[in-house]
């Protein structure tokens, strides 16, 4: 007997995230935090990709975006120093959703908490150990040293997881030089805004608006709100920086000098912070009874995506860990969240590197690659295409059997389903993150085999307008584990479909 099913060693948004999957498949895990308060440096500005449509999937989107208190972004988003613009298009591949990082950990934690688990704030994992059946946490906690037994435990305990060294796992990659901080500050009454949105600075002369290039780096000037500056600098530096200080006005100051040679006059800061990039990847996600999540799995070197590739590695981890704990995993089920999530993790790196080819070269070369790039978007093809592939709505986990159906490992289509009761659709089927068997076609047949897991999957029937498939089979997460062409044999659909229920759902 353990004292928890499922530690999570940090209560960041992957870790908070797994918390909720867990809480709605029927785990209480606990999270251990070492923080004693919820964080206070600024991070992330939003969410973007597919974990919105998961989001929505679960019926929890409404929630997400009532916390947002900035106008909803353009539809356009960075790209390695140029620009994926999808103002051209009535549906944007890429969704985005400004909520500065506290506001997305609130509510995170709420939704958690109401879902059962228990958050211990104030409580350092110090080591772990693992037997063959159970895990163990030694814990610092307001009172003392304490051990934790658990079944599982997931370590969300960021980029320099302790938990990812204390197992073992490497974590391989590189770090880049460049130092990125941005500012957001009050107009000093020496600085004028000139109608072109250059700033006329009294003693020293013209800074111009959009990026200026130096030999020590760039600087960015912009405003989006009057009386409200928006500035950034981009510097090779040496320095390792962790995330958690936060950057100072002195520190922004010294930046803007060294690549500018002079100052500008600041006014009052609303909100400063500083990031890097780095590009690594663990070779592993699990070591026996202990897998690793969010940045403690990868760190991308670009913005805008790592909270995207963190969540939704929980979304695919929890249903499975679910699984074990209720008893009904198949064998092998667990080392499937190493190879879907460490392949959607090497499809996340491959673009944001592809971006750090494009944003830092600096000769003519490097310009004329920009350039082609951002002729090339203009086509509605490839401007989809690189949307998807940043939202990460691509991502298809690869297949065991080539002969399985083309949707197979996909994201599940959000169809409209017109049924006995009233008309739904398949993000309204899996608000309860249970797998479903959906039957497009009358197919009595295929519905009779799947009652026979019908303890642990729900059967729905459903007419949809030209449908891609007779019956599809979906996991938790929203990836299709089994579908069925059109008109498919009885014979061929009953024998796959078993075999895709067995796999996935258990004997
Ligand atoms: C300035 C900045 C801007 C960013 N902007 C964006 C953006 O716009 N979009 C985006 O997607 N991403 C952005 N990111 C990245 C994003 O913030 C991270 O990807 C995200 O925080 C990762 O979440 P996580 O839960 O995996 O790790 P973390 O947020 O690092 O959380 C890990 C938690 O584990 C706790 N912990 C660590 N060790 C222990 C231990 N031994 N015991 C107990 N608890 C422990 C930590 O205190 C922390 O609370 C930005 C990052 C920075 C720094």
Redesign the pocket.
């Known amino acids: 007997m353990t004292d928890t099913d499922v530690i999570i ?7 908070l995230m797994l918390a909720g999957e867990l809480g709605l498949a029927g785990v209480r895990p606990l999270v ?4 004693p308060q919820a ?1 206070e440096t ?7 990709g597919q974990i919105l449509q998961l989001l929505r999937y679960r019926g929890a989107l409404a929630r997400f975006e009532a916390a947002t208190t900035d106008p909803m972004p353009a539809p356009r988003f960075p790209f390695g120093g140029v620009h994926l613009d999808f103002t051209q298009l009535t549906d944007s591949p890429l969704q985005a959703l400004p909520l500065p ?1 506290q506001g997305l950990e609130r509510v995170l934690e709420e939704r958690a908490s109401e879902l059962g688990a228990e958050i211990r704030r104030g ?3 110090l080591g772990v150990r693992q037997d063959e059946a159970t895990v163990t946490a030694e814990v610092r906690g307001p009172d003392g040293v304490y051990e934790v037994t658990a079944r599982y435990l997931v370590g ?4 320099r ?2 938990v990812r060294e204390l197992v073992g796992i490497e974590f391989p990659g590189v770090t880049y030089p460049e130092v990125n901080r941005v500012a957001m500050v009050t107009l000093p009454d020496s600085v004028t805004m000139l109608d072109n949105g250059d700033l006329e600075v009294a003693g020293f002369g013209t800074v111009s608006a959009g990026f200026t290039r130096t030999d020590r780096g760039v600087l960015g000037v912009g405003s989006l709100t009057p009386g409200v500056l928006f500035l950034s600098t981009v510097e090779d530096e040496p320095t390792e920086y962790d ?1 958690d200080v936060p950057m100072t006005m002195d520190e922004f100051q010294a930046s803007v000098r060294r690549v500018l040679g002079a100052d500008i006059p600041l006014g009052d800061p609303i909100r400063l ?3 890097t990039f780095k590009a690594r990847h663990v070779d592993r996600y699990r070591a026996g009874r202990i897998m690793v ?4 799995a990868h760190l991308l070197p670009a ?6 590739a ?1 969540m939704l590695d929980t979304v695919n981890l929890a249903w499975k860990l679910a699984a074990e704990i209720h008893g009904w995993a198949p064998e092998g089920l667990l080392d499937t969240y190493h190879d879907e999530r460490h392949f959607a993790g090497a499809r996340a790196l491959l673009q944001t590197q592809a971006q750090v080819a494009l944003r830092r070269g600096q000769d003519p070369a490097a310009e004329a690659l920009r350039a082609v790039f951002q002729e090339l978007l203009v086509d509605e093809q490839p401007l989809r295409r690189m949307g998807a592939l940043v939202a990460g709505s691509d991502i298809r986990y690869p297949r065991t059997d080539p002969d399985e159906h083309a949707l197979t490992g996909a994201f599940a289509p959000d169809l409209t389903l017109h049924t006995d009761e009233g008309t739904t659709s398949v993000a309204e089927l899996l608000h309860t993150a249970r797998p479903v068997f959906l039957d497009l076609a009358e197919r009595a047949d295929l519905r009779e085999i799947a009652r026979e897991w019908a303890d642990r999957i729900d059967i729905r029937q459903g007419k949809t307008g030209d449908r891609p498939a007779d019956a599809v089979l979906i996991r938790p997460d929203a990836h299709i584990a089994w579908a069925a062409t059109i008109d498919e044999s009885a014979e061929t659909a009953a024998r796959t479909l078993r075999a895709a229920l067995s796999r996935w759902f258990g004997a």
């Open positions: 060693v940090g209560a960041g948004p992957t870790g251990l935090e070492r923080h964080r600024p991070k992330a500005h939003g969410l973007a990082q409580h350092e994992v969300c305990d960021g980029p997881s302790r995330d912070s500083r990031f999540a969010g940045d403690a913005t805008g995506v790592a909270l995207n963190g």
